[in-house]
Each structure stands twice: as structure tokens, then as C-alpha cells.
């Protein structure tokens, strides 16, 4: 059941123009189907699936855009920087949770692999801690200052019950072993569920994505792995949006 969101558009751009996007993703089902729900004729989408996590996805993405001639080497004070060369229109987005687990000290590869995006003009579309929070954007707020969604365990906790509420009638969700994580990453599931959770939902989850991150912008300035919760695929979401 995969079908086009009914999207509001800015017209403002000419309709005889296509806008590419290059998407890397973290996970292999949800996140691309996701994504590719937002083609049309004036958008061209091509996602990547299964492509590691944090820097490792990046390196992953900046060897396919050398392989593709996609990137160039310019001169910044003496020094040779790998920059993009893609058309005006064209981007390229890394998608990746931070997933934090006990003591893994991953915090500034977190940071590390969104500095390396940005310096070549690849952007980000993180979510710390995982993509989870995205989707709970669109059935609820989330309180920034509430440590329990610090971690993606609580979103699985949250989606698992939203589930149970609004499908009354699904055998599974009433099933007391129901387990949003374990149950809910294939394809089928999510057009006939999550899906339906979240299409008519998407403008309100991008103002509560919005708070979330003017809520951790506030001085003093600290790195992106301590924005959580937060999630930055609303920026990207906003690019599909337009209307070439």
C-alpha cells in the first residue's frame, strides 16, 4: 500500500525542473521506503540501503561519490579539501542514529562523522539516539528534559503502546510479547501500520522536531552528541517537500 503522502508544496520554483537527492541510510527497510515515498516526476530520489553507521557511512558515501566523479578536490589556505561537484538542485544526505549503548565512547565519532559530512557538503539527517524518534514525532511530544528518551528503548516502549491504542482489533499488537523493535522493521508492517500512524501527521512532527532542536541550541553551545533527544531528519524532510 505504498502511496503518495498528500504533501503541501512551494510552487514557487519552476515546474519544468527535476531535484535529485542521494540518500545514504543506516537501515536497510524502513528508512529507505520511507524516503522514496516522497518521489514525483519533479524529484528524482535514489536511496542507498544498509550503509553502516556514523563515519563509516560517510567514508562509504564519499568513496561512491568518487566513483561517480562526484567530488573534487579544491585548494582552502594551501590545503587539498574533497568537496562535492554536483549540479544546482542536487544533494547528498547521510542518515544515522547515534544508538548509544553503555560505555561504547562512541560520542565523538558521532561528532566527527557530521563534521566530515558538512565539510564536503554532504548533509545529515541524524537522530540521537535512534530514527524511532522521528516517527513518535508524529502521534506525540516529547519532553527534552525527560532523561527516559535519552535512549531509543523508550521510543520502542512509547510506539509499541501507540500501537496497541490505535489498532484495537490486530491480534499481534494485543499479544502481551508485542515488541515494536522486533516486530515492526519489515516493509509490509510499516505501509499497513506505522505508515498509517504517521501520513496525515508530518507537519506536526516537524514542529516538534523544531522545538526539540531550539530546546538544545540554547546556550551554552555543546556538541550534537549531547542533543538528546533530537532529530535532524525534519531538515531533509523539508527539502522533499519543495516543489521544484
Known sequence: MKEPWNIKVDDSRSADSQRTFIIFCEDGVVEPEYFELFKRKDIHISTHRNKSALHAQVDHATDYLREK???EVIEVNGIGKEVLKIDEGAQVWCVFDRDKNPDDKKDTSFNDSIDAANSKGIKTAWSNDAFELWILLHCEDVDPSDSNYSHRKKYYERLTEILREQFPDEPKFQNPKFDYYEAMKKKDRFFQF????MKENIDVAIERA??????????????AHKHCPCTRVHHLIKELKLRS
Open 69 to 71: 566523479d562526484l567530488i
Open 194 to 197: 506505522t505508515y498509517q500512524l
Open 210 to 223: 523544531e522545538k526539540l532542536e531550539i530546546f538544545h541550541a540554547t546556550p551554552p553551545s555543546k556538541p
